[in-house]
């Protein structure tokens, strides 16, 4: 259901992706037709602020003439991995305490008892005080407020930061938790105090407490480097608001966004695949696996009928979940720096230990001795050692080919070229093992999707991967290494809103799964008001997260109105359960566990014609032309024409072997593949047999 609203937006947009080694970024001006100008900056890990402003210098764009900046960080992200958090205190009900540290009966390692977990908030700062509601929400025990004020000043002088306030069963009555958040901020000294319910509001008490916790955890943090921004920004003219982007996708004001500091965590790799929904969708792919390869990971998600799908159940890591709506992405360890060896077995094994940015591949020349993905590429050809971006001491191809002769090839009988073969192709595996996990494992059929391949090396693979799945087209993007910069442009403004209801269907007051999701519509379309940009339109997406009664797994289906009655919900539950499991029961009754919904502001379209200048284009495919080159494919050399993909004709058609070299990426066509560009730029690979 879709409302009209006024639209106001400026000409000129930046999107500026923080990532762990480079800071990109895309600045669109609509003034002047649509000109395109991109920037790829180092990373300054130290105060990101540093890299933005670099980038924006780089773009040679005045800042004060951008009418609007959105920004993806991850410094909340980097904060919850590297455990450097703010110190916490938490306030909870007497005798829960432990909650959080408690978890689940589940293990950090499939096999054995081994593994170490450290809770967010330590168990000397989390305080118990009296209280209790019953999980209808009926008040069993007062709030004692006396006691309350005690643990707030216990906490403030063990010197924390923020404040967690997380009483059981607040998502049924949250009356408890309210009136500690009055009392908390009158004596607490800054704004940093989060109330559970105010975050999420469902049941698991463990999932909502280590969701608040982390979310205090890194609100100072965010709120020094928002400010840190700021400042830099204004001390060059831009003085108008700009948004952050959330792990769920869409964007916030950076006025609003430290109340919520823990759903900006992912807002790196959900912005990369919204830009792939963006361009699949005006490219005429609307299902895609989205494969995002960077220098120490891989990203990947699923997106059908142009919509990423959204979890409300991630786990960061081992006993870290936080319970808020974000883009469903798969990592594993396997990246464009992941090191190869030999293990104890005389196995070859990739990553997940990575040479990072510092040392780096041996290709890098920055002193890395250590083969990795990279390395086996520039060995095979694939990659130019002139175009490698950021080399400080060229290493000549010979050499890398040596270290894999010795450290990869001996212990197992191969050359240094066989060697580099073989890492190649597990690299490959593991890698379309992880998009077996968004597809096949989730009842997806990988033929019925487009491989949409971006990051820095993301398309080197992509044809490979392809061909190992059996998806039948790759698409590339226009500017592969800042995907996830285009993402900020292109998004929209987001809110999402979870309440728990746990009821059976057939027992079910209908009248409140209206009053619930009405009262969502009524409190997103109030905080999208309020922001600084104005969207077009506004978009309601309402769902609920169902199970059989006698469950524990919970499965989302999608609500086709405010207005379900019973025998509707009851059906839709039992389809959606049958195309993910293929299996019908019909004789047990479905339970709704939660509603969700998600307000969505949609921003103007962005034009991607322009992201390759079209001026810089060829007359014919000849005179994009760099070189002819031995490329190794499949244990054999063939000689390779290179182009240079920023001056490709758009009526291109190539027939692999080919390859495409541009500044932020290079795209591998491998023999029996045949490549078209789009409208947009994009190349699109018909993937041939093996």
């Not at 007051?509 to 519509?521: C, I, K, P």
């Amino acid at each position: 259901m879709v409302e009209n609203v006024r639209a106001r937006t400026g000409a000129v947009v930046a999107g500026i992706d923080v990532g762990g080694t480079f800071t990109d970024l895309i600045l669109i001006d609509g003034g002047d037709g649509g000109k395109v100008r991109i920037a790829k900056t180092p990373t300054t890990p130290e105060n990101q602020a540093f890299g933005v402003v670099s980038a924006l210098k780089e773009a040679g764009f005045p800042v004060d003439g951008i009418d609007l900046i959105v920004h993806g960080t991850t410094t909340t992200t980097n904060a919850v991995l590297e455990r450097r958090l703010a110190r916490t205190g938490m306030i909870t009900t007497r005798g829960f305490r432990d909650i959080i540290e408690l978890g689940r009966r589940t293990r950090p390692q499939p096999y054995g008892m081994t593994g170490v977990f450290v809770p967010v908030v330590p168990r000397d700062l989390r305080l118990e005080v009296s209280e209790r509601i019953e999980a209808g929400g009926v008040v069993r025990t007062p709030l004692d407020e006396a006691e309350f004020r005690a643990a707030v000043s216990a906490l403030k002088e063990a010197g924390c930061e923020s404040l967690v306030i997380h009483f059981l069963h607040s998502y049924a009555n949250p009356i408890h938790e309210k009136r500690a958040a009055e009392i908390a901020a009158e004596c607490w000294p800054n704004d940093h105090i989060t109330a559970g319910h105010t975050l999420l509001s469902e049941a698991r008490e463990f999932e909502r407490g280590v969701t608040a916790s982390v979310n205090a955890a890194v609100q100072p943090i965010l709120k020094r480097y928002i400010e840190r921004l700021r400042s830099e920004l204004e001390g060059r003219g831009y003085v108008r608001d700009f948004l952050i982007m959330n792990g769920n996708g869409g964007m916030i004001s950076a006025r609003f966004v430290t109340r919520e500091s823990a759903k900006t965590v992912m807002s790196g790799p959900a912005s990369g695949v919204i830009a792939a929904a963006y361009t699949g969708k005006r490219a005429g792919y609307r299902n895609l696996v989205t494969y995002d390869m960077g220098g120490t990971s891989t990203d990947v998600a699923l997106i059908r009928n142009a919509q990423p799908a959204v979890s409300n159940e991630i786990e960061i890591e081992y006993a870290m979940p936080i319970h808020v709506p974000m883009v469903d992405v798969h990592t594993v360890g396997a990246g464009g720096g992941s090191i190869a060896r030999i293990d104890a077995a005389g196995l070859i094994r990739i990553g997940p230990e990575s040479a990072g940015a510092n040392p780096g591949p041996i290709c890098y020349g920055r002193g890395g001795r250590e083969p990795t993905i990279t390395d086996a590429n520039l060995v095979l050809g694939r990659l130019n050692p002139q175009k490698l971006l950021a080399v400080d001491h060229p290493v000549t191809v010979e050499a890398v080919r040596a270290i894999f002769a010795d450290r990869i090839g001996q212990p197992v009988g191969l050359d240094g070229v066989e060697a580099a073969g073989a890492v190649l192709r597990l690299a490959n595996l593991k890698m379309a093992g992880a998009i077996r996990m968004v597809s096949v494992a989730k009842g997806h059929d990988p033929r019925d999707f487009a491989l949409f391949a971006f990051g820095g090396a993301g398309p080197l693979h992509a044809t490979a991967l392809a061909r190992e799945l059996g998806l039948p087209k790759v698409l590339v993007p226009a500017r592969p290494g800042i995907t996830n910069a285009l993402g900020c442009v292109v998004a929209d403004l987001r809110h999402d809103f979870v309440n728990t209801i746990n009821q059976p269907v057939m027992a079910l007051d209908t009248a409140r799964v209206r009053s619930v999701l009405e009262g969502h519509r009524a409190e997103g379309s109030a905080l999208i008001a309020k922001e600084a940009v104005r969207p077009e339109t506004i978009r309601f997406v309402h769902s609920a997260d169902m199970q059989f009664v006698g469950q524990t797994h919970l499965l989302n289906v999608p609500l086709l109105s405010t207005e379900m009655d019973r025998e509707t919900l009851q059906a839709l539950f039992e389809k959606a359960y049958f195309a993910r499991f293929k299996v019908e029961l019909p004789e047990i009754r479905a339970n709704l566990v939660n509603l969700n919904t998600s307000v969505i502001g949609v921003r103007p379209e962005v034009d991607l014609s322009r992201l390759i200048d079209p001026a810089g284009r060829a007359t014919s495919l000849e005179a994009a032309r760099r070189e002819t080159r031995p490329v190794w494919y499949d244990g054999k050399w063939h000689d390779t024409p290179v182009y240079d993909r920023e001056r490709l004709p758009l009526d291109a058609i190539l027939d692999g072997p080919a390859i495409l070299e541009q500044m932020d990426a290079t795209t591998v066509i491998e023999p029996g593949d045949r490549a078209v560009s789009d409208a947009d730029g994009n190349i699109v690979i018909e993937v041939g047999k093996a």
